[in-house]
């Protein structure tokens, strides 16, 4: 028997892969390796719909299984902990070896986190799991005092859901700015105008230095040295990939894994492995629609998109034409939904082309005299028309 | 013949589900998402697709 093709990462980027295998005619054996217990499901909805939901459960975010993957193999509840590629093999935690014929990378992130002296662990938060979600659901109840540290996205959209939720909300950052990298100076103001607006309080150019509390969290001290009481304190501060476990190959895992046009791993001569594959917010890939410098992109339509390469070029035998995927992006905060095309985080400059701040608009995001991306709230026609400009 | 169901109390209008199968989905001249109830077996790969792609993931087909 020939040997299977394993996925390691068991979320959406895992679940994509093995689904383009079949759709693009692999008809050999499929095997799926992830640590979490739970069955792939859609992370997104876990700081905002799921968060919100009087019942959190992996039934309301599990994505559909279709009949052409029911004979993959699951393995649940593993972590893979070291790849030789050089014998294309995986180990898990509990010494269990898998040969590969082909290696599809799909290990995602994890929440970055800060070390404060005081290590207390009650109360205190991550949202990247259902079960991070359902630890922290249980504790947004009406008219807790909520510290959400990190204003990107995952941040503030938790933010607006804990206010949804009756809770009293402050958002501390080290930025000017919330979502500023992802949204430019003009569009992040209006959109932390409307979170102060629905009640949600920032604490800009701040951190949070250390905890107070005993057995849980009952206030954080910040970096001016005031004390900000709170009975639930989230860290949403961004992401690292989970690539040690292809440490000691001859691979690039910098930032993430490193990969080619065809989305293959690079070896330090700047070949490629022919066999071993990144998919998701994990990789480092080149996008010309771009420029050439490989980057992380956390998008997440870029999971499906590189799965949906990955299963052609192995199920074909054949690479074919090299990856260049569109970004884009949404988010919903409170009655706010943002849609976005581009690599809006390579601009320099932006501006409003429809509508007005205050209300639906859109705007075109520019590098150099380079359109790079857009984002509108509302006015969807309008920003999907933006797609186009991406397309080869 | 496949069945096509959009939960409406989850679809967002945000249309990425009209790139995949356009012969489904459409935005109308309000923004608003409508789609058709069934379609043909020709039809199922590209619905998947935007089964695939939705971010609410409100898109259903019922077998």
Do not use: P
């Given at each position: 028997m020939s040997k299977p093709v394993v996925i390691v990462g068991a979320s959406m980027g895992g679940l994509r892969s093995a689904e383009a295998l079949r759709r693009f005619g692999y008809t050999g054996a499929i095997t799926v390796i992830g640590d979490e217990n739970w069955a792939p499901y859609n992370r997104p909805p876990l700081s905002k719909e799921v968060l919100a939901g009087e019942v959190v459960s992996h039934e309301t975010v599990a994505f559909p299984q279709r009949a052409a993957t029911s004979d993959v193999g699951w393995v649940l509840?593993?972590?893979?902990?070291?790849?030789?590629l050089e014998h294309s093999t995986v180990t898990t935690d509990e010494g269990e070896i898998f040969e590969y014929s082909n290696l599809i990378v799909a290990t995602g992130l994890r929440p970055k986190r800060q070390i404060y002296d005081?290590?207390?662990?009650?109360g205190r938060h991550i949202i990247r799991t259902l079960d991070d979600a359902m630890s922290l659901r249980a504790e947004l109840v009406p008219g807790a005092r909520v510290v959400v540290l990190g204003a990107g996205f995952i941040g503030c959209e938790t933010a607006a859901t804990a206010r949804k939720l009756g809770c009293e909300v402050t958002v501390v950052a080290p930025g000017t700015v919330p979502m500023l990298r992802p949204l430019g100076e003009e569009l992040a103001s209006e959109l932390q105008r409307r979170q102060e607006a629905e009640g949600v309080k920032f604490l800009l150019k701040r951190t949070v230095s250390d905890l107070v509390g005993e057995s849980r969290v009952k206030a954080v001290t910040l970096d001016d040295g005031t004390e900000l009481e709170c009975d639930v304190f989230i860290e949403a501060i961004g992401s690292h990939p989970n690539?040690?476990?292809?440490?000691?190959?001859?691979?690039?895992?910098?930032?993430?894994l490193l990969c080619d046009h065809n989305l293959r791993a690079v070896k330090a001569t700047g070949d490629s492995w022919n066999n071993v594959w990144g998919v998701g917010d994990v990789v480092r890939f080149p996008n010309p629609i771009f420029d050439d410098v490989p980057r992380r992109v956390e998008h997440w339509n870029i999971p499906s998109e590189c799965a949906k390469y990955v299963g052609n070029a192995i199920a074909t035998g054949e690479p074919g034409e090299i990856f260049k995927p569109i970004p884009s992006f949404w988010s919903d905060q409170f009655d706010v939904h943002i849609l976005a095309f581009g690599l809006l985080a390579l601009a320099d400059s932006s501006k409003l082309v429809q509508g007005t701040i205050d209300n639906d608009c859109v705007f075109e995001y520019y590098r150099g005299d380079q359109l790079v991306g857009a984002a509108g709230i509302g006015l969807r026609s309008v920003v999907q028309g933006y797609r186009k400009n991406f397309e080869s | 013949m496949i069945k096509i169901n959009v939960d409406m109390n989850k679809?967002?209008?945000?249309?990425?589900?009209v790139f995949e199968a356009p012969a489904v989905f459409k935005l109308n001249s309000d923004d608003k998402l409508e789609y058709t109830a069934t379609a043909d077996d020709s039809e199922r790969a590209n619905v998947e697709a935007a089964v695939d792609v939705c971010p609410m993931q409100a898109i259903f087909i019922v077998d």
């Open positions: 509840g593993h972590r893979v902990v070291s790849a030789d005081n290590n207390i662990h009650a690539t040690e476990w292809l440490e000691g190959n001859d691979i690039d895992i910098s930032d993430g | 679809c967002q209008h945000y249309g990425m589900c």
